[in-house]
């Protein structure tokens, strides 16, 4: 998955992140997902475990491990594509977007 961050700690998880790679070059040890887009998509895919608000969660894959891959700074594809491959990726997943961020009113996250 390469995404906004993660958050590893998320119990829909459980043990399934099998290694967490950062590009962001102004803090390359963080991932923290600050929008929370790169924890949802990861769930969706591979989720198995549960959250507070809607209890259990498995994704479409939940025996599958992640990758997953943070990108804040403008990073070199061919380089993230090798990096996952690299970790034992078969499915690569990426997130993009130009549109600025809305916020939907009351939405409460899983």
Same mark, same amino acid.
């Given at each position: 998955?390469?995404?906004?961050?993660?958050?590893?700690?998320?119990?829909?998880?459980?043990?399934?992140?099998?290694?967490?790679? #950062?590009?962001?070059?102004?803090?390359? !040890?963080?991932?923290? =997902?600050?929008?929370? @887009?790169?924890?949802?998509?990861?769930? /969706?895919?591979?989720?198995?475990?549960?959250?507070?608000?809607?209890?259990?969660?498995?994704?479409?894959?939940?025996?599958?491990?992640?990758?997953?891959?943070?990108?804040?700074?403008? #990073?070199?594809?061919?380089?993230?594509? !090798?990096?996952?491959? =690299?970790?034992?990726? @078969?499915?690569?997943?990426?997130?993009? /977007?130009?549109?600025?961020?809305?916020?939907?009113?009351?939405?409460?996250?899983?």
């Amino acid at each position: 998955m390469f995404d906004t961050g993660i958050d590893e700690k998320h119990k829909a998880f459980g043990k399934g992140i099998n290694k967490i790679i #950062s590009y962001r070059k102004s803090n390359p !040890k963080t991932w923290n =997902d600050t929008t929370g @887009h790169g924890t949802h998509v990861a769930a /969706s895919a591979a989720g198995r475990g549960s959250s507070h608000t809607f209890g259990a969660v498995t994704g479409a894959a939940p025996d599958a491990g992640l990758v997953i891959q943070v990108e804040i700074d403008k #990073s070199d594809m061919s380089t993230v594509l !090798k990096d996952a491959y =690299d970790q034992g990726a @078969h499915v690569h997943n990426n997130s993009w /977007s130009k549109q600025p961020r809305v916020l939907i009113p009351n939405l409460q996250p899983f």
